[in-house]
């Protein structure tokens, strides 16, 4: 089995629209999808080697020095599979793909040796 990770992504845009819903119909948007995403995580329980993680703040470094920064990731998970495109396969349809303009990038995940 190979190592993926897998990022769920929206524009920074588009989330900045979805929180001014009203709070009441969020929650039941977030109801609705938690709910879909649950059924789909017990279908795909084999594969999912971690939790899916919520991302936070994020500080970005580079040679000019440190800043706040922000980017289109909201969530992400380890997973494993056969190969990339069966792992791509497996979130065909995922509830992440109901939110206006999100998507799923999904990467291999390489060890490289001597790089702890």
């Not at 929650?27 to 649950?38: A, C, G, I, R, S």
């Not at 998970?77 to 990038?105: R, Y």
């Amino acid at each position: 089995m190979q190592k993926f990770i897998v990022l769920y992504c929206m524009p920074i845009a588009g989330l900045d629209e979805w929180l001014k819903i009203p709070e009441a119909e969020r929650k039941t948007q977030e109801n609705d999808l938690k709910t879909k995403w649950d059924v789909w995580a017990a279908a795909h329980a084999a594969q999912l080697t971690q939790p899916t993680s919520g991302v936070g703040k994020t500080k970005r470094v580079t040679p000019a020095g440190i800043a706040d920064a922000k980017n289109d990731v909201m969530l992400y998970t380890i997973v494993q599979g056969e190969s990339h495109d069966a792992v791509a396969k497996m979130f065909e349809g995922h509830p992440h793909l109901e939110i206006p303009g999100a998507w799923i990038d999904i990467s291999t995940a390489n060890d490289l040796p001597g790089m702890n």
